[in-house]
């Protein structure tokens, strides 16, 4: 029977071992927006929070604020009080000047039979200010009024976004592959007058209806007490309606037609004070009422700007690819506002990366010469599992790539470098969240090395900490992790959970505030509800999320862990750890893996695997069960629904798999672990 032993809820055992250092290439430095090695000093917290000011000056302001950072109703920060600005004119208007005719966004159709379009800055303004005209006009919207978004990636989403943003709209992104009744809660929960969307749009070949949920959510939100004044349809090709569901008359109204009567009208940008807010991002959790996260104008766009051109290395004259849905906060801080706000050359990719087959990334960037590419793990690794050598089979050049959304294995993160980076790339692997607007932690791409499975130090101004369970800091070095916090507010922090003032503070402050009462931020540091532990040398390598970790007779094991060590077995391309109940130990790990084309299951294969695990970890990990599997229960998103894979390890009743991409995968591994 295995020895159970005390450990602080808060720390999880470490068993990975520090990777070497990948350095930068000298082409990259000599070119580097950021090179000098005095940053960290100037954005030292004694420094703070005026260091802030050099990203705000990358903007274009009506008012020069009064205050940096105003603290009186503390956690609730104000950012460049006084100040006044409006985000659509720095996306687009202030750029006319000297490029209006340089590509502002490069929109790639999921069919390849359909080309490329190239909307330039000046074409951008023409229809960001009559879509403005149209919102103020005929629908009445006007500054701090809602309107929910439910639109795929098109280029008119950040149209809509930056329409909205002229007039002051708050507006809220719902992720096109969410359904009806998700749209609906959070156009109650914002209090949305207008629901914008599309009639239909291509996912792996196939016209996806999108209307179909504009119905489905006006429907559910009368139910919860709130009426959609008006329904603005798309067309995803003008003059052409996809969707099998007719426009509700006096609800419904077609975009395309109405820009008929607005041509030549424009919509001045209204000035905002810096503190408005400029739009709501709803976490994506699957239960509870969901989280309206609240961003700010000034302080939001400053900070997006600044990690764009000093952590993405974002250059005017860049093509800029970030495959990431513009319904995340990703999308919305790395797609739309920071490398619009720089003059960038935004691409925006309609369908899935592997459709019509695992080459189309690269295809893309060939095409269009990206230069900067910017995915999550959870895309890495479905493109190393489809297409491994595919990128050897074109001849694209990167300089520089960004990793984001979840901890990314040291072994997917080396074929990132070598394969898809072709070993000329720095890459970033950047941690943040949703509620935080920009990067916290990642290395200056030209200044510090980069290291496998960590996302580094934080970044210029972000000074993080590991607190244990009684607010204790984990010494530097010491292998125990702990939960990290940031000691200082920063401008891309959001303002406030959307009507729920308590609720923000009591998740993301009161845990490790030192006096409730206090007007000084020292006391107040953020809770990010991540473990982390931090190397001798100052990297933070990111556990997961605290509720991802199994308590194996008393040992408190991160599932990343253990994921990465399956995918050191060269054969397996996605990895997947949940916790299953064990009469002995309290918790197991069942351990879920895809293989590479090409590959098929054997025991000699579960057992390499297996001993992976133990040789990585320690035998307290080993899984209870190696389960190889066809496929992942995936969300449209691409991510691992591991909440289906634990139901099924434990003979439970999965729950709703609607929204899976691949619901029919169910009740295959169902019947494969019942076996």
């Not at 974002?314 to 790395?334: L, N, R």
């Not at 194996?552 to 109940?581: D, F, Q």
Request: proline share 7%.
């Amino acid at each position: 029977m295995e020895e159970r032993i005390d450990v602080p809820e808060a720390e999880i055992a470490v068993h990975w071992q520090e990777e070497k250092y990948y350095y930068p290439p000298t082409k990259f430095i000599t070119q580097a927006n950021l090179t000098d090695e005095e940053v960290y000093e100037r954005f030292s917290l004694d420094k703070f929070p005026e260091c802030f000011n050099e990203y705000a000056g990358l903007l274009d302001w009506y008012k020069h604020w009064e205050r940096t950072l105003d603290t009186a109703d503390a956690p609730f920060w104000g950012w460049y009080v006084g100040g006044r600005i409006n985000a659509s004119y720095n996306c687009v208007d202030r750029h006319l000047a000297k490029n209006k005719n340089k590509t502002a966004i490069h929109f790639v159709p999921e069919l390849e039979s359909e080309a490329t379009q190239h909307i330039t800055y000046q074409e951008l303004y023409v229809r960001v200010s009559e879509f403005a005209a149209l919102l103020r006009d005929f629908c009445g919207l006007k500054a701090g009024d809602r309107a929910t978004l439910h639109m795929p990636m098109v280029p008119e989403l950040p149209i809509a976004m930056l329409a909205c943003a002229r007039l002051g709209v708050i507006h809220s992104q719902v992720f096109s592959g969410f359904s009806g009744r998700a749209c609906a809660d959070r156009i109650v929960d914002s209090g949305s007058r207008v629901l914008i969307t599309m009639d239909g749009y291509y996912r792996n070949g196939a016209i996806q209806d999108q209307k179909e949920k504009a119905d489905i959510a006006a429907e559910e939100a009368a139910k919860g007490g709130h009426s959609v004044e008006k329904v603005l349809i798309w067309q995803r090709y003008p003059g052409k309606y996809l969707s099998a569901k007719p426009a509700v008359h006096g609800r419904d109204h077609i975009v395309n037609d109405l820009l008929k009567g607005y041509r030549g009208r424009r919509a001045e940008p209204v000035p905002m004070p810096a503190e408005a807010p400029l739009f709501l991002m709803y976490t994506s959790g699957t239960t509870g009422k969901p989280k309206g996260c609240q961003h700010s104008t000034g302080g939001y766009l400053a900070y997006v700007a600044g990690t764009s051109k000093y952590i993405q290395d974002i250059h005017p004259e860049d093509v800029y690819w970030c495959m990431a849905d513009i319904g995340w906060i990703t999308g919305h801080s790395y797609i739309v506002y920071g490398p619009l706000a720089l003059g960038a050359s935004t691409v925006i990719y309609e369908g899935v990366p592997t459709y019509p087959d695992a080459g189309r990334p690269w295809r893309i960037a060939e095409e269009l010469d990206v230069n900067i590419f910017h995915t999550s793990p959870t895309a890495i690794r479905a493109l190393r599992r489809a297409g491994p050598d595919e990128p050897n089979n074109y001849d694209y050049h990167f300089k520089h790539m960004t990793t984001v959304g979840e901890p990314i294995e040291p072994e997917v993160w080396r074929w990132y470098h070598n394969v898809v980076g072709k070993g000329e790339a720095v890459i970033v692997d950047t941690w943040w969240q949703t509620e935080n607007g920009g990067f916290l932690c990642s290395t200056v791409p030209a200044l510090g090395p980069m290291k496998p499975g960590s996302a580094g130090p934080g970044v210029p101004g972000i000074h993080p900490v590991i607190y244990d369970e009684d607010g204790n800091e984990i010494p530097r070095g010491s292998g125990r992790a702990g939960n990290i916090c940031i000691r200082n507010p920063w401008p891309g922090i959001f303002q406030t959970i959307w009507g729920d003032p308590d609720r923000f503070v009591a998740q993301y402050y009161a845990r490790y505030c030192k006096d409730q009462n206090s007007k000084d931020w020292r006391d107040w540091p953020y809770f990010a509800g991540d473990g982390a532990v931090q190397a001798p040398d100052g990297y933070y390598r990111i556990l997961g999320r605290i509720d991802d970790v199994i308590n194996v007779a008393g040992h408190r094991l991160g599932t990343k862990e253990i994921e990465s060590a399956a995918l050191t077995v060269p054969e397996v391309a996605e990895a997947a750890v949940v916790p299953v109940a064990d009469e002995i130990k309290g918790k197991v790990p069942d351990l879920y893996v895809a293989l590479k084309p090409g590959f098929e299951p054997s025991p000699e294969l579960h057992k390499r695997i297996s001993d992976a695990v133990v040789t990585e970890i320690s035998p307290i990990a080993r899984p209870a069960h190696v389960w190889i599997v066809p496929d992942m229960p995936k969300t449209r998103s691409g991510k691992i629904m591991r909440r289906v894979l634990a139901a099924i390890s434990s003979g439970q009743e999965a729950g709703d798999v609607s929204t899976l991409a691949n619901p029919e995968v169910v009740d295959e591994l169902r019947h494969m672990v019942a076996v």
